[in-house]
């Protein structure tokens, strides 16, 4: 057991398996008491259990560590409340959030989306990220300390057939910078994994190999220090992991190539300068997908 979280309270929202999984463990080797969140449905979103966050809290205290599970759902206002209200009442305080909960529903193209699944992906995703960051700030504001980490993914950036997951995973970088800004002067920081990982929800053709990718755990050490004491001056960063290397994200994102001129741009003008000047040699096909050619096969 180590001591970097002696003393903290965290709560992981779905975190009965992949990196919330991973992040418990962690976090409870390093001192943690933790809340084990997970409502147990599958990847996409359907049926509830116990099993997950119990196998997790089982697996936590056979190690020595302190850890309580939670089931409610972070999609309700009630549910989320009650997960961060259970971290005060258990432990008597919130040290830390990672907002991790989600589900993933595909569309083949644009216009097959469907309704019922866009709303519950952002339910899921970005209600559930604002009601317990919404109820933890509130007690992170009096104890004038606090960490929250958000799990954001690399189909953020654009991934044909992930409107919908792309949707809620960059919407919650947005999310995260405003937290990040608002919450520094109460002595709690908020920042952003895009990590590169297995996961429960991987495609069939890997289901029974042994992949050369990340494992959840590979990302849990970055996440462990993030939300540690010793983070305090990280704050609105945006971090990937993936195959041995952390990375930082530019931010904001620098502006590449500028056009000025005396005056007001007539649109005649815009058609002859930005091809020439700004977008030559771009086409519709627009710009790479940014995962790696192991991950883009693994969802088909």
Request: charged share 25%; net charge negative; glycine share 10%.
């Amino acid at each position: 057991m180590g001591d970097m979280l002696k003393g903290r309270v965290a709560v992981i929202t779905g975190a009965g398996n992949g990196l919330g999984r991973a992040d418990a463990i962690g976090f409870a080797a390093q001192g943690a008491r933790v809340v084990v969140n997970d409502l147990g449905t599958s990847y996409d979103g359907y049926g509830s259990s116990h099993n997950d966050a119990d196998r997790v809290v089982e697996s936590i205290r056979k190690e020595g560590g302190v850890a309580v599970a939670n089931y409610a759902s972070v999609a309700t206002e009630e549910g989320a409340r009650s997960i961060i209200q259970q971290a005060v009442d258990e432990f008597g305080r919130i040290d830390i959030l990672v907002n991790n909960a989600g589900i993933i529903r595909d569309h083949r193209d644009i216009d097959s989306i469907i309704t019922e699944d866009w709303d519950l992906m952002v339910k899921t995703h970005l209600y559930g990220m604002m009601y317990c960051t919404r109820a933890a700030t509130a007690y992170m504001k009096k104890q004038n300390y606090g960490r929250i980490l958000c799990t954001s993914s690399h189909i953020g950036l654009g991934f044909a057939g992930q409107a919908a997951y792309s949707t809620v995973k960059e919407g919650i970088v947005g999310f995260a910078r405003t937290v990040a800004r608002e919450m520094a002067k109460f002595g709690t920081t908020c920042n952003i994994l895009r990590p590169l990982a297995a996961w429960r929800g991987i495609g069939p053709k890997f289901k029974n190999q042994k992949l050369e990718v990340n494992q959840p755990e590979d990302v849990a050490a970055l996440a462990t220090y993030l939300v540690s004491e010793s983070a305090d001056p990280i704050n609105g960063c945006i971090f990937e992991v993936f195959h041995g290397h952390v990375g930082i994200f530019v931010e904001p994102a620098p502006l590449e190539q500028t056009l000025t001129k005396e005056g007001r741009w007539t649109p005649e003008e815009l058609m002859e300068a930005v091809p020439a000047k700004l977008t030559a040699g771009r086409s519709r096909e627009v710009f790479p997908e940014t995962l790696p050619d192991m991950y883009r096969m693994a969802l088909k």
